[in-house]
């Protein structure tokens, strides 16, 4: 019996789905190249969304087609995600604009939530950050702040350049960053990177309809590119071989 493969570029296809471009508003978005699937195939569309200001959104959604020129196309009603800005990225950034003492950045990250103060002096186990010496120091406070061993945020990595502080998930994919400000014109949160699945499968399709692609939708300000990982993944139940016996033995 030859060996079974366990390289996934034989069990899977990859495509590029959807090229680095800007976002569009709803509802034509930007619409992604069609894959042809078959009707016991899956498709998974990983979709990268990039700035994400404080209250924008991108819409993600699967759209089927009878060809792969977009023939028919229309939106999968039951096949669409949001990404919403401050919520499950990759890498958020934090702008400081002379934030006020008392202001707080709460950053939940792998199911913990950490809370930080602006506070007129540094205070690492309480998690204050010092705001009292302009914005490029009160970002340098909250990066040590964030970064500290003892009272920080596990796994996660902020960089402070010049008054802004870029937090970036150690271990990508590990988890998620969501971040809330209690002030945000003097802390300014932008999702410098969110990932969003969707995932797909022939019996969501319109009989007749063949090909999906990925739309997304949001502010003309943020950026998208999308991955489609499509396989034949029908479950293929073992069969107990059996071997041949000689009853003259």
């Known amino acids: 019996m030859p060996a079974m493969s366990s390289l996934l570029l034989e069990r899977a296809r990859y495509v590029l789905a959807l090229v680095p471009q800007p976002v569009a508003l709803a509802p034509a978005g930007v619409l992604g ?20 200001a404080d209250g924008e959104a991108a819409v993600c959604t699967v759209v089927e087609a009878t060809s792969a020129a977009g023939a028919g196309a229309a939106n999968i009603v039951t096949a669409t995600a949001t990404a919403t800005a401050g919520t499950g990225a990759s890498r958020m950034q934090l ?8 202001s707080t950045v709460t950053i939940t990250a792998g199911g913990a939530a950490h809370l930080f103060t602006a506070q007129a002096a ?14 490029n120091a009160t970002a340098t406070s909250l990066a040590a702040c964030v970064n500290s061993a003892l009272y920080g945020v596990p796994g996660v990595t902020a960089v402070a350049i010049g008054p802004t502080v870029i937090l970036t998930v150690n271990e990508t994919g590990a988890f998620t960053i969501t971040c809330a400000v209690s002030t945000p014109l003097t802390i300014i949160p932008v999702a410098l990177e969110s990932v969003v699945l969707l995932e797909v499968d022939g019996t969501a399709l319109t009989a007749g309809f063949t090909h999906v692609a990925a739309r997304v ?3 003309v300000t943020a950026f998208t590119e999308a ?23």
């Open 33 to 52: 190249w069609f894959v042809r699937m078959g009707v016991s195939a899956k498709v998974i569309f990983l979709v990268i969304i990039e700035n994400l």
């Open 95 to 102: 702008t400081m604009n002379a934030p006020i003492v008392g």
């Open 122 to 135: 540094q205070n690492l186990p309480l998690h204050q950050f010092n705001q009292a010496a302009g914005d």
């Open 217 to 219: 939708s949001g502010p």
């Open 227 to 249: 991955i489609a990982m499509q396989g034949d993944l029908r479950y293929v139940p073992p069969t107990q071989p059996v071997a041949a016996q000689d009853d003259d033995s």
